[in-house]
């Protein structure tokens, strides 16, 4: 499946970093699916992280990007989800090795410790990287 569009959600912690990467997945020509908060007052993550959830699930969307404050809670309320693997990273490394081993779908970030700089950085180790397959498709398909 071409990449042709990405669902983002975050919490309140997370609205401003998910402007700049909304920003960036358009640079790139991807459709991006804000699937919000659209203001900073307080909300609960999982109601955001399910909504993603449901986006992979259904297929509307193959990749997804959570922001929370720590990035941990998200991540847990994305995975509850059997078609989701969402992977909480903090560095390219990370993003990178979450599509090329575990075939991540869903990127989560801590909006409250990482720069915009090193969260771009991330997101394009994320879309950029493809899954090897062999040994790890294995695995992953434990995960299922």
């Known amino acids: ?8 959600a975050s919490d309140h912690r997370g609205i401003a970093l ?6 960036a ?3 790139r020509g991807l459709k991006v699916v804000d699937l919000g908060p659209a203001e900073e007052q307080a ?3 999982p109601d955001f992280a399910y909504a993603l959830a449901n986006e992979i699930s259904s297929g509307k969307v193959a990749r997804g990007v959570l922001i929370c404050g720590s990035g941990i809670g998200m991540s847990i309320a994305a995975n509850r989800h059997r078609e989701v693997r969402a992977a909480l990273c903090h560095d390219a490394a ?3 090795l ?9 990127l989560t970030l801590p909006g409250a410790t990482i720069s915009d700089e090193d969260a771009q950085t ?3 180790a994320f879309l950029d990287t493809g899954f090897e397959g062999g040994r790890h498709a294995r695995r992953v398909a434990k995960l299922a």
């Open 122 to 124: 991330c997101l394009s």
């Open 43 to 45: 909300v609960d993550y």
């Open 94 to 96: 990370t993003a990178r």
């Open 18 to 23: 998910k402007a700049v990467l909304s920003e």
């Open 25 to 27: 997945l358009r640079v």
């Open 98 to 106: 979450s599509r090329q081993h575990n075939d991540a779908n869903v």
């Open 1 to 8: 499946m071409s990449l042709r569009a990405v669902a983002i």
